[in-house]
T-cell receptor
C-alpha cells in the first residue's frame, strides 16, 4: 500500500523568503504525485502534479516541485513567499486503479507567513 | 463555468441517524470522488464514481455508500451515524476520469454528529 510522509507539521517563514515543503512517498510502481493547497474553510486546490516526463514540474502561483525517484521525494518550492500563501499544504500519491487512481494524502504542512 | 457545488454546507445530526450529502460536478465532468477529512485521520479517499458506476473504493465500512446519476450528480449516504463520522466531506470532479485528469474540489459539507 502507498503512503505519504510530510515531516513538517508547521513551517514559519518571513514574507519574501524562499520556501521548501518536504514530501516523501512509498509506492511500488511509478507514482502519480500531487501537491494541493487548502485555505481555511475551503476545499483543496491543485498546485501541480507529476505523472511522467520532466522531473521538475511547474505549477500555479509560482510553485514548483521536483520528483526524485532515488530519494522517493517530491518537495514543493517557491522562491519568494507572499502573505497570501499562508494555508495548509497536502502532498498526495496516486495509485493507478480502474483507469483512474486512488489518492493517499499526507497529514499536511501548515504554512505560517510572517510580515 | 460554475465550480463543484456541495449541499448542504453544514449539517448537524445525532448518533444513529442517517445522512445524505449531494455533489454537483463541473459541467461536462463525469467522474466524482468523495473524501473525508478529520483532524485525527486526515484526508481519506471514500470512493469514486464514473458514468454511474463505482470505479474505486477506499477503506471505509459499508455504512458509507454512494451513487451517481445520469447527469453525473452524486450523492453519498452514511447510515447509523457515529460520533467519529463528524468530518468535512469533500467532493471532487474531473472530466473523462482518466488517470491524468485534474480533480477540482468543492468547498465541502461540514457534518457534526452529536
Amino acid at each position: 500500500a502507498q503512503s505519504v510522509t510530510q515531516p513538517d507539521i508547521h513551517i514559519t517563514v518571513s514574507e519574501g523568503a524562499s520556501l521548501e515543503l518536504r514530501c516523501n512517498y512509498s509506492y511500488g510502481a511509478t507514482p502519480y504525485l500531487f501537491w494541493y493547497v487548502q485555505s481555511p474553510g475551503q476545499g483543496l486546490q491543485l498546485l501541480l502534479k507529476y505523472f511522467s516526463g520532466d522531473t521538475l514540474v511547474q505549477g500555479i502561483k509560482g510553485f514548483e516541485a521536483e520528483f526524485k525517484r532515488s530519494q522517493s521525494s517530491f518537495n514543493l518550492r517557491k522562491p519568494s513567499v507572499h502573505w497570501s500563501d499562508a494555508a495548509e499544504y497536502f502532498c498526495a500519491v496516486g495509485a493507478q486503479s480502474g483507469g483512474s487512481y486512488i489518492p493517499t494524502f499526507g497529514r499536511g504542512t501548515s504554512l505560517i507567513v510572517h510580515p | 463555468k460554475a465550480g463543484v457545488t456541495q449541499t448542504p454546507r453544514y449539517l448537524i445530526k445525532t448518533r444513529g441517524q442517517q445522512v445524505t450529502l449531494s455533489c454537483s460536478p463541473i459541467s461536462g465532468h463525469r467522474s466524482v470522488s468523495w473524501y473525508q477529512q478529520t483532524p485525527g485521520q486526515g484526508l481519506q479517499f471514500l470512493f469514486e464514481y464514473f458514468s454511474e458506476t463505482q470505479r474505486n473504493k477506499g477503506n471505509f465500512p459499508g455504512r458509507f455508500s454512494g451513487r451517481q446519476f445520469s447527469n453525473s450528480r452524486s450523492e453519498m449516504n452514511v447510515s447509523t451515524l457515529e460520533l467519529g463520522d463528524s468530518a468535512l466531506y469533500l467532493c471532487a470532479s474531473k472530466t473523462a476520469g482518466g488517470g491524468t485528469d485534474t480533480q477540482y474540489f468543492g468547498p465541502g459539507t461540514r457534518l457534526t454528529v452529536l
